[in-house]
Each structure stands twice: as C-alpha cells, then as structure tokens.
C-alpha cells in the first residue's frame, strides 16, 4: 500500500540499549523528517533529510543518529537509549516542492526501562 | 528560526457549540501555516493550511481558520462541534522546516 509506515509500532527496551526505528514511504518524498512528541512541548524535529545521503540536525539531535541510503527509507538510531528517550516517535516525508505539508506515519512507542 | 504558540492546551465545550483554538506565531521570514489533528494512538492528519492569497481558509469536517498578518495569529474555529471531533489540534509554520506548537487537546462533551 502506497503511504508512509513506521515500525515497530511499539517497542520496550532497557537503558543502554541500541534500538533502530524503521521509516519507509512510497511517494519517492525528497524530504524526510523525524519529530519526538512528548506532552507539554507538541512534536520537536530531532533529524531531517532533504535527499538521499543528506542529513541534517533539528531541535534535538543529541543521542540519536540517522542514515539515509535510499529515498525511501529514513531509520532512527539510538545508540544508547536512556529513560529520557521514552516518548512517542512520528516520522514524516514532503515533496521538494509546492506547500511544504507534510504527511505523517502511525508514530512509534518507545519505552526505555 | 520560526516558533509557534498555541494558547489554549485544553478547550472543554459541548456538542454544537462554536470553538475557537487559538495559534500565535513568530518568524523573520515568511512562513506557511498549518493546523493538524490527532486521534489517538494515531499520527497527524492535516485540517488545513494557508499558503497564499485569501486570508480566510477553509478544511476539512469544517473547519476553518483565518491568517492574521498583524497580528501574528492563525486561529482554528468551527461553528458547531462534534463528539468526534474530540482530538489533539497542533498548529504548525514553515520555512525550510516545521515547526509545532504544543498542541490544544479539544474534549467535546455530550
């Protein structure tokens, strides 16, 4: 199905940990972006990539690292993950051109324990 | 960089009363804004967005929301609301990247 999926949809996992969340769309999106959302503070950019092999840091990158070898996918690393790190996790793809919306994946719950 | 304000975190009203979200925002350059909804246990949807041209924007399930220059704002407003229209409303502006605010958490009570 065309559209934009992440997984797991929900993970539990311990402090220390490394754990990849997985993002893929179907539109051939240049743009790929990656939002924590955690109550009181709406969803914040942690990474975004304008294109493939092109990374770039948003509001909070620390602790967290992204690839990029193909368009369509855009997985999220935490290297070693920390309590703080518990949160919802949405991806999101646009186009290169036009209205700049973007559209949303299902979100990923990650719990670190 | 871009930064957005949503006034409200709740808004409590009662099935086919009129509502307002409110959405101020601040950026040197000029932006593109945006209104997303939220069910649960689910991503983002969006309402509506304004680009250009007519100040007064109209989205889905009837929702609309009017582009204040002056005044920096972008409020969300339907005259009659549903039960299901209960949701998490995030109010957005871009540049080169989006930016949320916190979101308002609209409960529609029978």
């Known amino acids: 199905d065309a559209g934009i999926t992440q997984s797991p949809r929900y993970k539990i996992t311990e402090t220390g940990r490394q754990v990849t969340l997985m993002c893929h769309q179907t539109?051939?999106?240049?743009?790929m972006f990656w939002y924590r959302q955690d109550l009181g503070h709406g969803l914040r950019l942690i990474y975004y990539?304008?294109?493939?092999?092109?990374?770039d840091k948003g509001e909070v990158p620390d602790g967290y690292v992204v690839s990029r070898s193909k368009t369509e996918n855009f997985p999220l690393t935490l290297e070693s993950a920390t309590r703080s790190q518990t949160s919802v996790y949405f991806c999101?793809?646009?186009?290169?051109?036009?209205?700049?919306?973007?559209?949303f994946g299902p979100g990923t719950r990650l719990t670190v324990t | 960089a871009q930064s957005v304000t949503q006034l409200d975190s709740q808004v409590p009203v009662f099935e086919e009363a009129p509502v307002e979200l409110r959405c101020n925002y601040s950026?040197?350059?000029?932006?593109?804004l945006f209104w997303y909804v939220q069910y649960p246990n689910q991503g983002l949807q969006l309402l509506l967005k304004?680009?250009?041209?007519?100040?007064l924007v109209k989205g889905i399930n009837g929702f609309e929301a009017e582009f204040n220059k002056s005044q920096t704002s972008f409020h969300l407003r339907k005259p009659s609301v549903h039960i299901s229209d209960t949701a998490e409303y995030f109010c957005?502006?871009?540049?080169?990247?989006?930016?949320f605010g916190a979101g308002t958490r609209l409960t529609v009570k029978p």
């Open positions: 950026s040197s350059v000029s932006v593109y």
């Open positions: 304004y680009l250009s041209g007519s100040t």
């Open positions: 539109w051939s999106h240049s743009y």
């Open positions: 990539s304008a294109a493939a092999d092109i990374t």
């Open positions: 999101a793809s646009r186009g290169s051109s036009g209205t700049y919306e973007q559209y």
């Open positions: 957005a502006v871009s540049a080169n990247d989006m930016r």
